[in-house]
């Protein structure tokens, strides 16, 4: 199929322009006529031009370009608007290029008689395994406006609780980075004009403070280049460790166990396991099949690795709290609620009260470690500082003294 850009004028009279696919030109025109578009200009996009060629961007959207996507095809499907009708409005405001091409395709597929949740599973970079599992629930079940805005919901509570962990980061890696820079600054910059003065003034026996301190500015002054070098050496050998399985698996670990971070680090699990395992099994997505996916998305290897051991559990026709609980990664409080959820037929508005529960804990626990981690990060700083500045006066104040015994 062609494709084709066209501008025109809508039937309210607003302008329209946009990008359509289409079998010929008078498909594209009967197309245009049907969405009671008057044409001003149409033609066919040829290849390597606009949305083709090497430098194309790729089909990809922003989280929060999904959530806020499918808020809008929520609203619009519930007003009575048919599907495809709906999509194209979407595609016509949409801004952001790979979304649009996305979008675009996708349409086209729609168009061709593909079910929607088809459509939508060819790309993964823009539609994640949740969504496209709670769309073809929401197909099988002739709810697909309520289940679009169960997603919204979903997807607008873990954006705002990203939004919060990141609040909570960027303070801390911030004011770590300032520290580090000032540091460098004063050993590399600071330092070295001290030395002079101490060679000027003949001083042979220096305080072990000062030595310790000269020698590393030295070092770092003469090795600068390579200093950086295996700074960065080292960040980039972190990150491609991480990555390996034992890698992440340690790292994961280390995030769970590490003090300050670590209580946030796992409420935020909980809250996205709760939540998630909610969200499916309200949508009418099998438990097993539920559990794989939550398995999936977790984020933590500690947490899927949990969950897939007690998805076996299940599938042996035990209970699901049980397992939860012998894997000792959730709390006591977590996996009654299920266990109570299960025996009563409603857990996944137990699940649901987990994650509301523990969304307000993060936020809680992000405040307390945003006003705990500033006078730790002033009282580091202030100590650095204080050990130079006293390891570069150590020398001065012994002349002081000699001076004045003299």
């Known amino acids: 199929m062609a494709v084709y850009t066209y501008q025109g004028r809508a039937a309210d009279g607003k302008k329209a322009d946009g990008v359509l696919r289409a079998a010929d030109r008078a498909a594209a025109q009967a197309e245009l006529k049907r969405r009671s578009i008057a044409v001003t200009s149409l033609a066919e996009r040829k290849a390597g031009g606009g949305g083709g060629g090497l430098f194309a961007p790729s089909p990809k959207a922003r989280a929060a370009d999904i959530a806020v996507f499918t808020r809008q095809l929520s609203t619009m499907i519930s007003a009575g608007i048919p599907l495809l ?56 079940s002739g709810q697909l406006d309520t289940i679009l805005n169960r997603l919204a919901e979903y997807l607008e509570a873990t954006e705002e609780l990203k939004r919060e962990i990141k609040a909570a980061m960027t303070y801390p890696v911030i004011s770590l980075c300032l520290i580090l820079a000032i540091t460098i600054g004063l050993i590399v910059g600071v330092v070295p004009r001290f030395k002079l003065i101490f060679e000027q003034l003949q001083m042979k026996e220096l305080p072990l403070p000062t030595e310790i301190l000269l020698a590393v500015s030295d070092t770092m002054k003469r090795n600068f280049f390579f200093f950086i070098l295996g700074f960065v050496i080292l960040i980039v050998a972190f990150l491609l460790y ?165």
């Open 85 to 140: 009708e709906s999509l194209e409005i979407l595609h016509e405001q949409c801004t952001e290029p790979g979304f649009r091409i996305a979008l675009d395709r996708i349409i086209d597929k729609v168009r061709s008689g593909s079910d929607f949740s088809t459509a939508l599973s060819d790309y993964p970079k823009c539609f994640s395994k949740i969504y496209v599992n709670m769309v073809k629930a929401g197909e099988a």
């Open 242 to 406: 991480i990555r390996t399985n034992m890698g992440r698996r340690q790292w994961h670990w280390v995030c769970f166990h590490m003090p300050v971070f670590g209580p946030l680090f796992r409420k935020v699990a909980i809250s996205r396991f709760s939540r998630t395992f909610a969200t499916l099994i309200q949508s009418g997505v099998p438990m097993l099949g539920a559990l794989d996916i939550v398995a999936g998305t977790a984020g933590n290897v500690l947490v899927e690795d949990a969950v897939l051991r007690a998805k076996e559990a299940v599938a042996r026709g035990e209970t699901l709290g049980d397992p939860l609980a012998a894997t000792k990664i959730f709390p006591p409080m977590v996996t009654r609620m299920i266990s109570i959820g299960e025996k009563t037929g409603a857990i996944e508005k137990l699940l649901l009260k987990i994650s509301e529960f523990y969304d307000q804990e993060v936020r809680a626990t992000v405040k307390a470690l945003t006003s705990l981690i500033e006078p730790i990060m002033i009282a580091v700083m202030g100590c650095i500082v204080a050990g130079i500045v006293l390891s570069i006066f150590l020398p001065i104040l012994k002349i002081q003294q000699q001076l004045t015994g003299s």
